[in-house]
């Protein structure tokens, strides 16, 4: 992960030190020598840290507290020093250009780091632990009537591995609150993990509560297979078979480029559950064909797809789905007066979108790879489905 990036991150780190250096502390009459190692000091370790973190041999350390210690550090210590410069060298820009004095820069760099600080500090404690029910109706022509008022709880993007005993209480209000729905289906719709199936094991018992009178359904997302490890082809294999495995000890039904059939008397709609259909990176595995092999035109077809850049790859054009439920994207975990960088990547991103009388519902999650959100809360999403006339 930090790989990646690693070029940036030193940028990141190193000319904000260089700037504030040159234009604050070298003028002062009394610089000592060891005033300045304290105060390159941070940014050595923060330096060395970033090292440590590229090296690392897969997407993430195994002891990804590290990697949530490094990205709090870069958020609280070196991201509002960078604004801060990035202000500062603006105004003294401004200042040089129409021969002024006063760099208001300096200023609006003070407020706006102060403000990232306290960003950066609530979306890793309350932002993140913050949990949401958001309700949403689907109407259709196609729904039967027997299923008019059919109640969908979808969940997504758990990545459980990052709760640990810190966030613990995420997860069992999320469980709590998805069975005090009363649902007719529950549908889960990718990225349980962040890693490896392992990360499962002390939330089995908290996941398997999770009921529905239809049942639990869904889908692999791109975490839920092997490509963030690196290792043998063997061990990728049976990561991915104890995923699957795992999911259905918790009596879910796991859905791989497959469909199922839910009856009201003589009247039925499908669930249909398609692989992981990503962008690369991302792994691409869904088959549009296979999973709606012998599903007629007529039915009523609720799609299930972590990505939700396959409903208009894939899914609109290969099929006659009414409704997808998606997740993958968060909704960035960061909202800003209704904007995400994930609208950057993603056409469709957070709720409810429609072609036509189609639509798909794009779920923020209920965790992240990253402990944190602002803005953009931890959530379940209710949908009812309705018959239209």
């Not at 259905?248 to 796991?254: A, S, V």
């Not at 690369?280 to 939700?308: C, R, S, W, Y």
């Not at 999403?381 to 006339?389: A, F, G, P, Q």
Request: charged share 20%; hydrophobic share 45%; glycine share 10%.
């Amino acid at each position: 992960m930090i790989a990646r990036i690693f070029i940036y991150l030193i940028l990141f780190i190193t000319l904000p030190d260089l700037y504030l250096d040159r234009r604050f502390l070298r003028k002062r009459t009394r610089y000592l020598w060891w005033q300045r190692v304290l105060w390159w000091l941070p940014g050595a370790f923060m330096f060395a840290y970033t090292i440590a973190m590229a090296t690392s041999r897969n997407f993430a350390p195994d002891n990804q507290w590290l990697l949530h210690l490094y990205l709090l550090l870069l958020g609280v210590l070196v991201g509002p020093k960078f604004i801060f410069a990035f202000c500062s060298f603006l105004g003294w820009a401004h200042c040089r250009y129409h021969h002024t004095r006063t760099n208001w820069g300096n200023l609006v760099g003070l407020l706006l780091s102060s403000a990232a600080v306290a960003s950066v500090v609530y979306g890793g404690t309350f932002g993140f632990r913050k949990l949401e029910v958001r309700h949403e109706v689907y109407a259709s022509a196609d729904l039967p009537k027997a299923f008019d008022g059919y109640k969908i709880v979808q969940f997504s993007d758990a990545h459980v591995g990052t709760y640990g005993k810190r966030y613990a209480d995420v997860l069992e209000r999320a469980v709590d609150s998805i069975n005090a729905q009363g649902a007719d289906m529950v549908v889960f719709t990718g990225d349980l993990q962040n890693m490896e199936p392992k990360e499962l094991y002390p939330v089995l018992n908290t996941l398997g509560r999770i009921r529905a009178k239809d049942g639990v359904y869904s889908v692999l997302g791109n975490h839920d297979y092997s490509g963030y490890i690196k290792a043998d082809n063997s061990v990728k294999v049976a990561n991915e078979r104890e995923m699957v495995s795992l999911q259905r000890q918790m009596g879910w039904d796991l859905l791989m480029n497959e469909h199922r059939i839910i009856r009201r008397g003589t009247d039925s709609i499908v669930v249909a559950g398609m692989e992981n259909d990503g962008r690369p990176p991302h792994p691409h595995k869904g088959d549009i064909g296979k999973t709606l092999a012998g599903v007629g035109n007529g039915a009523f077809v609720l799609m299930l797809e972590h990505d939700p850049s396959a409903w208009r790859n894939t899914i609109l054009p290969g099929s006659n789905a009414q409704l997808t439920l998606s997740g993958h994207t968060h909704a960035g975990q960061l909202k800003v007066f209704g904007w995400s960088p994930a609208a950057i990547s993603y056409k469709e991103w957070d709720g409810m979108y429609y072609d036509g009388n189609r639509a798909i519902n794009v779920s923020a999650g209920v965790g992240g790879f990253i402990p944190f959100r602002l803005g953009a809360s931890n959530e379940i999403v209710v949908i009812t489905l309705r018959s239209e006339k």
